[in-house]
């Protein structure tokens, strides 16, 4: 009876190992994501440098924008997934936008100066302040096509996608000290990685401020 149970037991543990490596073989891993820096990847940006906010006080909202999006590769089919930031201390409120400046020749109104990047305002998209900023504004950017490329991005003149972030901010103020684009070609994913470029002064965040 005991020689027929371990017989028993040794067959099971056979046939267990056998399944696990033949699903082992059957089941490779995923890949992970494929977390990029600019210029590394078939999305990339043209970032404007470190920009402050540097009136203090209670609750603000703040927008931050000129982070130009681009396409590394002409002809990728580059879809936005969503943003993520890195920002501390952390802001009541960060929410993603995305402002889309069409070429000068295609522009309706303004002057030249409305049509400029969008370093730094006070307000919301739509309600910014102490300046205009023409352009359509895109709060939604699940799935937005990249398609403008990133030769002749720079051109004031050419058309441009805006990266724009938009804060609520407390007495601390913050930093963002990083930001996550996740995007994808086809089937395949990534993350593109831009240094923290956003400064809010306040009680905590003083650094050149």
Same mark, same amino acid.
Do not use: N
């Given at each position: 009876?005991?020689?027929?149970?371990?017989?028993? !037991?040794?067959?099971?543990?056979?046939?267990?190992?056998?399944?696990? +490596? =033949?699903?082992?073989?059957? $089941?490779?891993?995923?890949?992970?994501?494929? /977390? @990029?820096?600019? *210029?590394?990847?078939? =999305?990339?940006?043209?970032?404007? +440098?470190?920009?402050? @906010?540097?009136?203090?006080?209670?609750?603000?909202?703040?927008?931050?924008?000129?982070?130009?999006?681009?396409?590394?590769?002409?002809?990728?089919?580059?879809? =936005?997934?969503?943003?993520?930031?890195?920002?501390?201390?952390?802001?009541?409120?960060?929410?993603?936008?995305?402002? !889309?400046?069409?070429?000068?020749?295609?522009? #309706?109104?303004?002057?030249?100066?409305?049509?400029?990047?969008?370093?730094?305002?006070?307000?919301?998209?739509? @309600? $910014?302040?102490?300046?205009?900023?023409?352009?359509?504004?895109?709060? #939604?950017?699940? #799935?937005?096509? !990249?398609? /403008?490329?990133?030769?002749?991005?720079? *051109?004031? *003149?050419?058309?441009?996608?805006?990266? !724009?972030?938009? $804060?609520?901010?407390?007495?601390?103020?913050?930093?963002?000290?990083?930001?996550?684009? #996740?995007? @994808?070609?086809?089937?395949?994913?990534?993350? $593109?990685?831009?240094?923290?470029?956003?400064?809010?002064?306040?009680?905590?965040?003083?650094?050149?401020?």
């Amino acid at each position: 009876m005991v020689r027929s149970f371990v017989s028993c !037991v040794v067959s099971c543990l056979v046939l267990v190992l056998l399944a696990g +490596g =033949l699903a082992g073989c059957s $089941l490779p891993e995923e890949k992970p994501d494929r /977390q @990029h820096r600019i *210029d590394a990847g078939p =999305l990339s940006a043209l970032p404007p +440098g470190v920009r402050f @906010h540097r009136e203090t006080g209670g609750t603000r909202l703040v927008t931050f924008g000129a982070v130009t999006l681009c396409s590394a590769e002409s002809g990728a089919d580059i879809r =936005l997934d969503g943003v993520r930031y890195q920002a501390e201390p952390a802001p009541l409120v960060i929410s993603p936008w995305l402002r !889309v400046v069409p070429a000068a020749v295609h522009r #309706d109104g303004g002057a030249p100066f409305d049509w400029r990047p969008l370093l730094v305002a006070t307000g919301y998209p739509g @309600h $910014l302040r102490g300046g205009t900023w023409l352009g359509t504004y895109e709060k #939604d950017v699940a #799935d937005f096509r !990249v398609d /403008q490329v990133c030769l002749g991005a720079s *051109d004031l *003149d050419s058309r441009r996608i805006e990266l !724009v972030t938009a $804060l609520k901010v407390g007495r601390q103020g913050t930093a963002v000290k990083k930001m996550f684009v #996740d995007y @994808h070609v086809g089937e395949t994913r990534y993350t $593109l990685l831009i240094p923290g470029q956003q400064v809010v002064c306040g009680s905590v965040v003083k650094s050149a401020c």
